[in-house]
């Protein structure tokens, strides 16, 4: 349901502060996802920087490994990009889809609303805004007219604290090596 596959998070260690996703429509079912992630970061594992670990995970299991392509087997031409933006650490990944189940979206028939449901078993993401109607914590999903060919969604999912430690100094040196 939620792209909790897509998140970069599943280690437990790997966070980022906000996800960013917009579901381009280019036919009835088919289109483009783009998922921002914006300020990547390592979460202390009982107070030990475990940072170098988790930007190796990053680099190995998600941007040059095939987790994204086995989380979304029927998504294609996956690209996965790294970049800093405003001094975080960023990622951006998008994909093609030929039907709405592929990137998790749902539509009961064509008269009805497309949604996105927030709820998930894998990570906590916190609705911040979108340019659909929220459904509210009783109804955490995320509905867009019939008909909508851009659905914009924003979350939160770590409020940045002490125990966070950005990898922007990981990659940097990654990217000159």
């Not at 189940?101 to 028939?109: E, K, N």
């Not at 340019?131 to 867009?144: I, Q, R």
Request: proline fraction near 3%; charged fraction near 25%; hydrophobic fraction near 35%.
């Amino acid at each position: 349901m939620i792209l909790a596959s897509v998140a970069f998070l599943l280690s437990g260690c790997l966070t980022c502060e906000k996800k960013e996703y917009s579901f381009e429509m280019t036919g009835k079912n088919s289109g483009k996802l783009t998922i921002r992630f914006i300020n990547i970061m390592s979460v202390m594992d009982e107070g030990n920087d475990v940072s170098s670990e988790d930007f190796d995970e990053l680099i190995n299991t998600y941007l040059y490994g095939d987790q994204l392509e086995n989380d979304f087997p029927e998504a294609t031409d996956i690209q996965k990009k790294l970049y800093e933006e405003n001094g975080m650490l960023c990622a951006e990944v998008t994909m093609q889809f030929d039907h709405l189940d592929a990137v998790r979206l749902f539509q009961y028939d064509r008269k009805s609303p497309v949604m996105y449901s927030l709820c998930s078993a894998w990570e906590n993401e916190t609705f911040l805004d979108a340019n659909g109607t929220y459904g509210g914590e009783v109804m955490p999903v995320v509905f867009w007219p019939e008909g909508t060919t851009t659905l914009s969604l924003t979350t939160q999912v770590t409020i940045p604290d002490e125990s966070c430690v950005s990898l922007i100094e990981q990659y940097n040196n990654w990217k000159n090596e």
